[in-house]
T-cell receptor
């Protein structure tokens, strides 16, 4: 399967713990986008990354949330000291490099439940 | 900033009936428009997209959409729905920030299409 791979698909954490969500983009894609979907809501943009560079983090909460996309390995969305309001589905999407105009390719999502 | 409005949060329809899901966008520049479908507990799958050219765009599963620049709309239609079309449908517009070097999408809040037998 050469699609966008996200893991874990389901993650349960207690309040105060850390959550790490991983995303491997499609083969040949160098851009990664993270979105959050809260219950009964649409997808909200969080952050856009290229390899080793954050391009746009305008949708990231100011505290506890961080993202990276290292030279090697998957992109990581990290949530520290989780709270119940962080319970949501987190989707990763990827696209090819600069100059591409088209759709984003989405993964199956990681569903975080905070107890 | 760009935004997308999906006026209907839920659209119930009987099987084999036609359906239209509405989408309006706000933008002062040229845009790219997309419709995605999300089945329960799954990711988003592209239905169709408008980048340029013909304003009537055909997608997968018999869906089509028409780009109307004067009304800033991109409504999704299907002449005859099936039970299997029951899903959440999202309209999205591209954000041409960074000189067009990004594919960041802004999504509407979604419309649940509920097809009844």
């Amino acid at each position: 399967n050469a699609g966008v791979m996200q893991n874990p698909r389901h993650l349960v954490r207690r309040r105060g713990q850390e959550a790490r969500l991983r995303c491997s983009p499609m083969k040949g894609h160098s851009h990664v986008y993270w979105y959050r979907q809260l219950p009964e809501e649409g997808l909200k943009f969080m952050v856009y990354l290229q390899k080793e560079n954050i391009i746009d983090e305008s949708g990231m909460p100011k505290e506890r949330f961080s993202a990276e996309f290292p030279k090697e390995g998957p992109s990581i969305l990290r949530i520290q000291q989780v709270v119940r309001g962080d319970s949501a589905a987190y989707f990763c999407a990827s696209s090819p490099g600069p100059g591409y105009t088209g759709e984003l390719f989405f993964g199956e999502g990681s569903r975080l439940t905070v107890l | 900033a760009q935004s997308v409005t999906q006026l209907d949060s839920q659209v119930p329809v009987f099987e084999e009936a036609p359906v239209e899901l509405r989408c309006n966008y706000s933008s002062s520049v040229s845009v790219y428009l997309f419709w995605y479908v999300q089945y329960p507990n799954q990711g988003l799958q592209l239905l169709l997209k408008y980048l340029s050219g013909s304003t009537l765009v055909k997608g997968i599963n018999g869906f089509e959409a028409e780009f109307n620049k004067s009304q800033t709309s991109f409504h999704l239609r299907k002449p005859s729905v099936h039970i299997s079309d029951t899903a959440e449908y999202f309209c999205a517009v591209s954000d041409p920030g960074y000189g067009g070097a990004t594919n960041k999408l802004i999504f509407g809040t979604g419309t649940l299409l509920a097809v009844q037998p």
